[in-house]
Structures are given as structure tokens and as C-alpha cells.
């Protein structure tokens, strides 16, 4: 199972910019999907995550600035990132518990780095 993001970049203090991932490989169901980021000097968090219903929860850095979002029939998973801030700066890292045919594990994509400028 391989996860494929994109989406980052440089952007302006209030400005927005939007992360996509992709799962592929022998997946036979993905239960939740998300993101973590690493900010300098801080450590790895939790920012957004999104289950098969629909459900989501976001750090409460993010709450009614980030809003995630997934295709499941592409095993895709999206943030959506608006009014962003010089703090939201760092990795981003996409997510997935996924099914295989022989097992249930975490998978990782390369983080992708997010520059907000103030």
C-alpha cells in the first residue's frame, strides 16, 4: 500500500491552500483517513481525521479554518486548508488504517511541506 500527497506549497497569512492524497495497492477497505503535521520544532500532532461514514474531527488549532474530506471509491482523503496562519507551518503528513487481504495496518505518505508566510 503506497500514499501519495500533494498540495503543498508557500502561501500568504490568510491565504489557503489545499493537500490531497491517494492510497493504492491491495487495499480492501480503508477505515479512517487523515492528517498529522509536524511544525518546527514541535512535535508530530494529529490534525485532522475522517472515517469511513463521514465523521471528522480536527485539532482544535484547525476547527472552522481546515475541513477534510474523502472520495472512497478513489481512496482519496483531501484537507482543505483556509485562513491560514505562520503556526500552521510545517509537514504534513497524510494517513490511512487500511485493510489489505492479509492484514490491517497504518500507512504513511511522504510529508509535504506547507509554508505560510506572515
Not at 6 to 14: C, F, K, Y
Not at 54 to 81: E, P, Y
Not at 95 to 118: C, H, I, R
Request: with cysteine.
Amino acid at each position: 500500500v503506497q500514499l501519495q500527497a500533494s498540495g503543498g506549497g508557500l502561501v500568504q497569512a490568510g491565504g489557503s491552500l489545499r493537500l490531497s492524497c491517494a492510497a493504492s495497492g491491495s487495499i480492501r477497505s480503508i477505515d479512517v483517513m487523515g492528517w498529522h503535521r509536524q511544525c518546527p520544532g514541535k512535535q508530530r500532532e494529529l490534525v485532522a481525521v475522517i472515517t469511513a461514514g463521514g465523521n471528522a474531527n480536527f485539532a482544535d488549532s484547525v476547527k472552522g479554518r481546515f475541513n477534510i474530506s474523502r472520495d472512497g471509491a478513489k481512496n482519496t482523503v483531501s484537507l482543505q486548508m483556509n485562513s491560514l496562519k505562520p503556526e500552521d507551518t510545517g509537514v504534513y503528513y497524510c494517513f490511512s488504517k487500511v485493510q489489505t487481504y492479509a492484514s490491517l495496518g497504518d500507512y504513511w505518505g511522504q510529508g509535504t511541506q506547507v509554508t505560510v508566510s506572515s
